[in-house]
């Protein structure tokens, strides 16, 4: 009888495969049949077929002749269509690109995890050109949260397949693209680990750009460890930095500025869950305001967000030509909206952002780390956001108000799962660190993630 691989973690298959109880053949197969059979199709925009069985035999042959090139030999990886994949076009969650010239080459990291020895499965939905906190795409269908047991839920954008892959149990990662959130809202609301690192950790050779100040990328994955092992690849590296201790000794700082407001009661009643759980535990945990998140709303206020005004440079002629007609209507209104940046407000958007990163990192203890819920709500209803766009609009900006926060102050952040809140859906504790402290990130994720998701 078939054993069922399926909604494993890497660690898990991991074992598996490198003990010579699967093969990297049989978990392609496995994968390809479960995804054309899975009941939503509209989870990947693209299968690997030929490529993944290739690689798979690959890797196959790499074991029997004990050359396996590490834990990740063998693993299947879904790619968010953003990233290059040679020989064909990166159509970026768009129509409008599906002619566009494919690509000569794989992007950077694409080939830094085919050389880990993963194996590239396909390619996975997303808001088009990744700008919506949401996930919904009316060129590829939405996917749905495979969490929601009440009514069709929005998955969380802007990586959106990339988070109900995983969820789904049709791969055990996905790599995810987070300019305000993309990575960490979809993984908190299915329930899963999603890293955003520092931004430059990895390079961005080869993937359609958002907002290039802000834009960085993750791994969405079942695990913390699963994560840790991913990030190392991307980096083209085989061993981690990061060392499993205890949760005693971390210290957290909750921010009672903006991050709680308007939180629906079962997010703050998992939230709090989670500290009372940490504090047992020994990890530090206070409580302060953080007057530079009310000025960063306020810059956006008076000048436009930067993603907008980076965005809007992105795609000006797109926008002012037939393209437009064909693309996304709210992300073409939200877009346009960087027509009204000056240049003189853009440049005092990044005056005032340089400020207010040394602001925060100046109130934060030497091993202090940030934490709130990743998202004020879990995930809401599909229908309504179709039908109405200014609820749409509405929803959206509350989605990626708190995550928005950690991609303008420059943060490395992880949301962990924990808990569930309205409806049963999960909740996503967010923990963050000032750029380039992700090692020290993901020690602590690694050490608080099972208290955090008791």
């Known amino acids: 009888m078939t054993q069922n691989h399926l909604g494993k973690s890497i660690a898990q298959l991991s074992v598996l495969i490198q003990s010579g109880n699967l093969d990297p053949v049989e978990l392609v197969e496995e994968s390809l049949d479960a995804i054309r059979s899975h009941r939503d199709q509209a989870i990947f925009t693209r299968l690997l077929d030929d490529r993944a069985k290739d690689e798979a035999a690959a890797s196959s042959k790499r074991l029997r002749e004990g050359r396996s090139r590490g834990l990740l030999e063998g693993i299947p990886v879904a790619w968010k269509d953003l990233f290059d994949i040679a020989g064909l076009p990166t159509t970026a969650g768009s129509v409008v690109l599906a002619d566009a010239t494919p690509a000569q080459a794989d992007a950077d990291v694409v080939k830094a995890l085919k050389a ?4 590239a499965i396909g390619r996975v939905n997303m808001s088009e050109f990744a700008f919506s906190g949401l996930g919904l795409n009316p060129h590829y269908g939405t996917p749905l949260n495979p969490r929601a047991s009440d009514e069709p839920r929005i998955p969380g954008g802007s990586s959106s397949g990339s988070a109900v892959a995983v969820a789904s149990g ?11 959130g993309s990575v960490r809202i979809p993984s908190a609301f299915n329930g899963l680990v999603g890293y955003k690192a520092s931004r430059g950790r990895y390079s961005m050779a080869g993937v359609f750009p958002l907002a290039t100040s802000l834009d960085s990328l993750g791994p969405l994955t079942r695990t913390v460890q699963d994560a840790i092992w991913v990030d190392a690849a991307m980096r083209g590296g085989t061993t981690s930095d990061v060392a499993r201790v205890t949760a005693s000794g971390f210290s957290l700082v909750v921010p009672t500025t903006i991050v709680m407001d308007d939180a629906e009661e079962g997010v703050i009643r998992a939230f709090e869950a989670a500290l009372v759980r940490l504090s047992a535990a020994g990890v530090k945990v206070r409580r302060a305001a953080f007057p530079a998140f009310d000025s960063l ?14 965005a809007f440079a992105l795609h000006h002629r797109r926008l002012a030509g037939p393209e437009a007609q064909a693309m996304d209507r709210r992300v073409v209104a939200r877009t346009r909206l960087g027509e009204k940046i000056t240049l003189v407000s853009y440049l005092e958007i990044l005056k005032v952002r340089e400020q207010l990163i040394k602001e925060v990192q100046s109130m934060l203890g030497p091993n202090e780390l940030i934490a709130h819920p990743s998202v004020a709500h879990v995930a809401p209803t599909l229908a309504p956001l179709e039908a109405d766009d200014d609820l749409f609009v509405k929803i959206n900006f509350k989605t990626l108000r708190n995550t928005l926060i950690g991609n303008f102050l420059d943060w490395c952040g992880v949301s962990l799962p924990c808990g569930n809140g309205g409806a049963g859906m999960p909740v996503g504790f967010l923990l963050s660190a000032p750029k380039g402290q992700d090692e020290r990130l993901l020690t602590a994720a690694l050490a608080l993630e099972e208290i955090v998701a008791a």
């Open 297 to 310: 709303f306020q810059v956006m206020a008076e000048h436009g967000p930067l993603v907008t005004a980076e």
């Open 170 to 180: 049709l791969v055990p990662v996905s790599i995810g693209t987070d300019t305000g």
């Open 116 to 119: 880990a020895g993963m194996i």
